[in-house]
């Protein structure tokens, strides 16, 4: 709960907006006739009542906004792409002096790398050729790292089970409203399908996967079963061979770990089942930012080739890699500017203020790529240290309350997240582009499993029990 300052600057602050909100309909009531003015009263609100409460409500808030931000598709959409930054921007101050002021706030190396990370940004930004693009990414990233550094963390700080069983109910629902997009309405309302296997890969597959092997629920256990089967089904219509991966090694890790072989075996074979319905059910016909498949094409040419011919697996990546490497060779010392890139033939265009464009940016098939290219062999090292630091704890704790048989450890979905993300950035440009709301999620989730995985949370190994019913609270609470 807030404590008595922040009731008293809650209700100070919410008292100034009404009588702004008063004097403004007596002085300049056409304010309040037009749409920009009143979406962005509505917005200011939400905004208020998120920080309000932000131990549980901020982060669902920051989420949704940034997806939605994504959803080209969805009304208002426009709106989220500036309105996001001014959320991130809430958070990270409101965070960090929320996060301050308890009683057990704490850093370590992991944070002490982030902030060398975002250092190197923001110098990298003197060199590029949209200066003001760099720059503003490099702040972004900043504003990212410090979010996920103290407000993202306090939800971990109370109730460890509200805060997994909220994850999962919030990406429960995603799933149902993405089967009923893709299957039922055929709308594909996150874009490009490299963005739905990315959420089903990355999130969803390891997520569920794990509540299926952990539950000792029988009232559960169906709609477990249900949820983890739409999203590999989702993931192998997506065609998404990044996002197949890492859900691949995520589990495959944790089955070898626990040596559940026959769970593993079971899974495969599941697998397979679902991956013949997905071609099933990916349209013949070029339908826009849906997965297609040419008639005839042979299971190896849906998923290997996704349905091209058959001149290398990897074939699609390899003219972004080139050309990455090219300007990583002609610039490998400072880079070309975090998030920003130079390309032969490409003329200097107009900056975007809130998002990039393919005038400043453009698609590099790996995020390790896209970050060395970007601030260059001098500035990629505290990049590449945090990597190896999260990859390794994360593979660590695996092992480790896999032999102990502690599956059941709140902190092992955030490492299979983790170690799910991390393969899939080896093939997709989105690790550190923080306009990408699965890079604030990943992240934000990444410094959350720091203390999740604590040596303290290790010996004590609290163990989830999974939700019986929707009727559960949409958000956690703390003490």
């Given at each position: 709960m807030p404590d008595h300052n922040t009731k008293l600057a809650g209700a100070v602050?919410?008292?100034a907006l009404a009588l702004l909100t008063t004097a403004t309909g007596l002085f300049r009531p056409g304010y309040l006739t037009s749409d920009s003015y009143l979406s962005g009263l509505i917005f200011?609100?939400?905004?208020?009542?998120?920080?309000w409460n932000f131990h549980t409500r901020f982060f669902p808030f920051l989420l949704v906004g940034f997806l939605w931000a994504g959803m080209g598709a969805?009304?208002?959409s426009g709106a989220w792409v500036s309105g996001r930054w001014l959320v991130l921007i809430a958070g990270a101050l409101a965070g960090c002096v929320v996060y301050m002021h308890h009683a057990h706030h704490r850093f370590d190396s992991f944070h002490l790398i982030a902030l060398f990370c975002s250092i190197a940004a923001v110098v990298s930004a003197v060199v590029s050729a949209f200066p003001k693009v760099a720059l503003l990414k490099a702040l972004s990233?900043?504003?990212?790292?410090?979010?996920?550094?103290?407000g993202a963390r306090l939800p971990a700080m109370g109730d460890l089970h509200k805060l997994l069983g909220s994850m999962i109910f919030w990406v429960e629902l995603l799933v149902y409203l993405s089967a009923a997009c893709y299957f039922i309405l055929h709308f594909p309302i996150f874009g490009n399908p490299n963005s739905l296997g990315a959420i089903m890969g990355v999130v969803a597959v390891p997520l569920f996967f794990w509540e299926m092997l952990t539950n000792r629920n029988p009232a559960r256990k169906p709609r477990t079963t249900l949820v983890f089967a739409l999203s590999l089904l989702l993931l192998f219509f997506s065609q998404a061979r990044a996002g197949i991966l890492g859900a691949i090694l995520a589990c495959a890790v944790v089955c070898l770990a626990a040596r559940s072989y026959r769970v593993l075996f079971h899974t495969c074979a599941g697998a397979l089942a679902l991956a013949v319905l997905a071609i099933l059910l990916v349209?013949?016909?070029a339908v826009e930012d849906m997965p297609t498949r040419r008639a005839g094409s042979s299971?190896?040419?849906v998923f290997l080739y996704k349905g091209k011919d058959e001149d290398g697996v990897l074939q699609s990546r390899k003219s972004a890699w080139n050309e990455t490497v090219d300007v990583i060779t002609a610039n490998p010392w400072f880079g070309s500017g975090f998030g920003t890139s130079v390309s032969k033939g490409r003329n200097q265009v107009a900056e975007g203020s809130f998002s990039s464009n393919s005038g400043n940016t453009r698609e590099h098939g790996d995020s390790y790529l896209a970050i060395l290219e970007g601030v260059g062999l001098l500035g990629?090292?505290?990049f590449l240290i945090l990597v190896l630091m999260f990859a390794t704890r994360a593979l660590k704790f695996l092992l480790r309350m896999g032999r102990r048989g502690r599956l059941t450890h709140v902190g092992v979905p955030f490492a299979m997240i983790l170690v799910s993300g991390f393969v899939h950035a080896l093939f997709e440009d989105w690790l550190f582009a923080v306009g990408y709301y699965l890079c604030v999620f990943f992240w934000s989730v990444g410094f959350i499993f720091l203390d999740v995985s604590s040596t303290e949370q290790q010996d004590?190994?609290?163990v989830f029990q999974p939700l019986t019913t929707m009727n559960h609270p949409v958000f956690l609470s703390t003490p």
């Open positions: 602050l919410v008292l200011l609100q939400l905004l208020i009542a998120a920080i969805l009304p208002f990233l900043l504003l990212l790292f410090l979010y996920a550094s103290t349209p013949s016909q299971f190896a040419q990629v090292l505290p004590e190994a609290p």
